[in-house]
């Protein structure tokens, strides 16, 4: 199975900031990943897929980039609203495999 | 807009068969899409159980292919999944989805919590 890593595991940032949270895979997935948003106590979001490609109405502070093994999702200006987990997830091949989440928190 | 509501008992007992079903509403699954099971159990990451076609054609995740089986009913526009021998590892929120191909899940029902205990 691939395995997903995300760094970091939790984040804490200020409304505002640029927040870049990164995963990476135990072997090369070429443009096969998605994240997702999930907030407390909801089912995750998709909110990007094929690496950099932002779900319908997904705003557009929200972004992606990477190839290969190493992939980044970054945030360009941190909202209230976007007090979530985010999740890495890998389509290159089944098993479909996710990250253990980044855990976002405002100062 | 298509949902989807989980639904089945949220208490089993060890070596006992899990059994939800999802129901459907807002799209026919008979349309077309992939649909989905997905667990997380509690502190750990989301794992993907298995997927089934509309037609019937079905993906498994290998560590739980021996134990797990994905049915649909598109009569009732419904899809389940059913789990033997399980054990506390089972214990988490179940979550149901639409599947883009087998890549994107881009519809979750709100998950239901199923705990393995005598």
């Known amino acids: 199975d691939i395995q997903m890593t995300q760094s970091p595991s939790s984040l804490s940032a200020s409304v505002g900031d640029r927040v870049t949270i990164t995963c990476q895979a135990s072997q090369d997935i070429a443009y096969y990943l998605n994240w997702y948003q999930q907030k407390p106590g909801k089912a995750p979001k998709l909110l990007i897929y094929a690496v950099s490609n932002l779900e319908t109405g997904v705003p557009s502070r929200f972004s992606g980039s990477g190839s290969g093994t190493d992939f980044t999702l970054t945030i360009s200006s941190l909202q209230p609203e976007d007090i979530a987990t985010y999740h890495c997830q890998q389509y290159d091949s089944l098993p479909i495999t996710f990250g253990q989440g980044t855990r976002l928190e405002i100062k | 807009q298509v949902q989807l509501q989980e639904s089945g008992p949220g208490l089993v007992k060890p070596s006992e068969t899990l059994s939800l079903t999802c129901t459907v509403s807002?799209?026919?699954?008979?349309?077309?899409?992939?649909w989905g099971w997905i667990r997380q159990p509690p502190g750990k990451r989301l794992e993907w159980i298995g997927s089934i076609y509309y037609s019937g054609t079905t993906d498994y995740n290998a560590s739980l292919r021996s134990r797990v089986t994905i049915s649909v009913d598109t009569a009732k526009n419904q899809f389940s999944l059913k789990a033997t021998s399980v054990t506390a590892a089972d214990t988490a929120v179940y979550y149901c989805a639409r599947q883009r191909g087998l890549n994107n899940i881009e519809s979750w029902g709100q998950g239901t919590l199923v705990t393995v205990s005598s």
């Open positions: 807002g799209f026919s699954i008979s349309s077309g899409y992939y």
